[in-house]
């Protein structure tokens, strides 16, 4: 744990699934860079290997650039974060290798990072929210959480695929570029027929591959694209918006929070914007430069953490490619070196 006088610089890694990315940022709250590369496959879905080895060759392109964007020196940085799962295995070591590296290198501290945890306080630290419920939705993840008694808890999530894995999908196999999310966005805004689908909410936790099948069973029918990508995202987002708005009432909080890469959705945003209202509690989203996935989220996460001296010895910073966002506690949350300020 650090002085609170003492500024800390902290460079965070991020390499779980289709980004590789390097973020910089200060114990003071400032995000000094944020810079990446995405792998696209060139057909399918995500590769694991592939994506893994295009992270090899762009990793240094992007950290210069994180350095020159912070303006900063190598020997300035303080701490080392990476992003230590849950993710894709391939693509994690790769990302925590270089870490590793790094730590050695400049004789910093190595920190590993929960990535769903990172997409929260992000989102917080950029938005000002204290203590809400969370909507995170990305190609990987789909969870409502709150802090409750030192963790994040999950009230529901998704019992298969996740929202973003469904829309990317749907959209390949309707011959919509990748990534799915923001084609099918754009279709849907041209649509107004509601074509019967699947929902399916079992308790507080949803399923989209039951959504996703029957989609896909509409594309070659007598509707149109646009239709069906206006009947998925309504169907898609109306699962989502119940399961938060239960949520909310259950934990009687008084904010919502919409973080991962599929909260840049204007549709689905201005949902849980009408329950927010309901509720009388506030609504907030990530701005889209941090709403997929980046490394400074990793970089302020690492902070928030190495603030209560959660660090990690090299030869014990093993990937954890199934690391439960309510596995571990945050300290932070309650008072702390950092959000004492805020």
């Not at 000094?32 to 762009?58: C, L, W």
């Not at 754009?186 to 029957?214: C, E, R, W």
């Not at 914007?273 to 709403?291: D, L």
């Amino acid at each position: 744990m650090y002085a609170k006088d003492k500024k800390i610089v902290c460079l965070g890694i991020e390499s779980t699934a289709h980004e590789f990315s390097c973020g910089i940022a200060s114990s003071t709250g400032e995000i000094m860079a944020n810079t990446g590369r995405t792998y696209v496959p060139k057909e399918g879905g995500i590769h694991p290997r592939e994506a893994s080895q295009f992270f090899s060759t762009v990793a240094g392109d992007v950290l210069n650039e994180a350095f020159k964007e912070s303006k900063i020196k190598p020997s300035d940085i303080g701490v080392v974060a990476f992003s230590q799962g849950p993710g894709l295995g391939p693509c994690l070591r790769t990302g925590a290798t270089m870490a590793r590296a790094l730590s050695i290198q400049l004789s910093v501290p190595l920190v590993g990072v929960n990535h769903c945890i990172a997409h929260i306080e992000i989102g917080k630290h950029v938005t000002g929210v204290k203590d809400p419920v969370t909507l995170y939705v990305s190609g990987g993840n789909t969870i409502v959480t709150a802090y409750e008694s030192g963790k994040y808890r999950i009230f529901g999530e998704t019992l298969d695929i996740a929202i973003g894995n469904c829309l990317d999908v749907f959209a390949r196999a309707a011959n919509l570029p990748y990534p799915g999310g923001p084609i099918v966005e754009k279709l849907a805004k041209k649509g107004h027929n509601l074509i019967q689908l699947p929902y399916i909410v079992k308790g507080m936790d949803l399923s989209f591959s039951g959504l996703l099948t029957a989609a896909i069973r509409t594309i070659n029918g007598d509707y149109t694209i646009e239709d069906i990508c206006f009947s998925v995202q309504e169907y898609a987002f109306s699962m989502l918006t119940e399961v938060t708005e239960r949520a909310l009432a259950h934990t009687e909080k008084k904010e919502i929070l919409l973080t991962g890469g599929v909260a840049a959705n204007k549709r689905l945003q201005e949902m849980l914007r009408s329950i927010s209202s309901e509720h009388n509690a506030q609504f907030f989203t990530v701005p889209a430069k941090y709403a997929g996935d980046n490394g400074a989220m990793i970089a302020w996460t690492g902070l928030l953490a190495y603030s209560y001296g959660r660090t990690v010895p090299v030869e014990k910073s093993y990937v954890r490619q199934r690391w439960r966002l309510d596995a571990t506690t945050v300290p932070w949350v309650k008072g702390g070196a950092i959000n004492a300020s805020h």
